[in-house]
């Protein structure tokens, strides 16, 4: 007999796993009742590639379980358009199962979260453990860990076991820590160069998490003319150096929506700021900075962006 072709295998499978979630939902002349989230899925053809990902990652039975469970549903076109981002068939993400996983579980929340309890612009910790916002501006929209957007198109969609919010792109987990995330942005290039000349490399890499509000390139050029000094001769004062960037640094992930207006910021450095209403820092020397840019997520933290270098008392 001639093997089975892996395609008709495929299909094969996924009707015994629609059967038997379905079975699981009730049948023949029993009233109808709600189907868990993987019946949901099966019954719409806008997820099928969601479902053959949740089959080979090996989580059918744990999303059929009693939850409650928020899952953020990417559609086909969503996971289509990630395959091209990624460059990979959707053999090659499906066989990769430890990616595969991580990246769905970091599409489930473990409570059940209707739309109009979404914690806009708070952090939202996944099952994957990775965390994302969800901002209402112009529609809901989720900021992943890796700072791409998705819409979230329809919401509510009712499961026995929790709720499904549907979503037109994949999101991911956070891949590059604060310093990587640094790196990675021309406008950082100064902050880089200074948390390597202050040893503070491997701090910043650690498992935080941390808040880092980062001066861009044009924030240490004032500073350098502030103070009348070189940048080689400000890199070469390392106690200078560590006291000014550890006082950029806040434990903990402090997101926008959390950051205590008008109350005194503890820093990583032991003296504190404070931030007002117009998102305005202002330091121990009472000098002012802008935060311009806010979120920015990493792996071990959040980053927002500010326009002048701040300082501790003299």
Do not use: W
Not at 100 to 128: C, D, E, F, N
Not at 202 to 208: E, F, K, V
Not at 282 to 287: E, I, S
């Amino acid at each position: 007999m001639s093997p089975m072709p892996k395609r008709q295998f495929l299909k094969l499978s996924l009707a015994a796993t629609a059967t038997a979630a379905l079975a699981a939902c009730g049948g023949g002349d029993d009233a109808p009742s709600t189907p868990d989230i993987v019946g949901v899925a099966l019954s719409d053809p806008q997820f099928s590639i969601l479902v053959e990902a949740v089959v080979a990652a090996g989580l059918v039975e744990t999303l059929k379980s009693a939850g409650p469970f928020t899952v953020f549903a990417p559609t086909n076109n969503a996971f289509a358009a990630l395959l091209t981002e990624l460059g990979i068939t959707k053999a090659a993400l499906l066989a990769d199962k430890p990616l595969l996983t991580a990246v769905l579980t970091y599409h489930v929340v473990p409570a059940k979260v209707p739309a109009a309890s979404v914690p806009v612009g708070k952090a939202i910790t996944s099952v994957q453990g990775g965390v994302f916002k969800i901002e209402s501006t112009g529609g809901l929209k989720i900021t992943d860990g890796r700072n791409r957007v998705a819409n979230i198109t329809a919401t509510d969609v009712a499961a026995s076991n929790g709720v499904i919010h549907v979503i037109d792109k994949v999101i991911l987990p956070a891949n590059k820590d604060i310093v990587a995330t640094a790196q990675s942005l021309p406008d950082f290039s100064i902050l880089v160069e200074a948390v390597v000349a202050a040893g503070l490399v491997s701090t910043l890499q650690g498992t935080g998490p941390f808040t880092v509000f980062a001066p861009t390139n044009a924030a240490f050029a004032a500073l350098l003319g502030e103070l009348g000094v070189s940048k080689e001769a400000l890199l070469a004062n390392k106690p200078l150096l560590t006291k000014v960037l550890t006082y950029h640094v806040v434990s903990g992930r402090v997101l926008k929506a959390d950051v205590p207006v008008g109350a005194a910021i503890p820093t990583v450095q032991g003296e504190t700021f404070t931030v007002n209403a117009s998102l305005k820092i202002t330091d121990r020397r009472g000098r002012q900075a802008g935060i311009v840019a806010t979120d920015v997520f990493t792996s071990n933290g959040v980053i927002h962006v500010i326009d002048k270098v701040i300082l501790p008392a003299a």
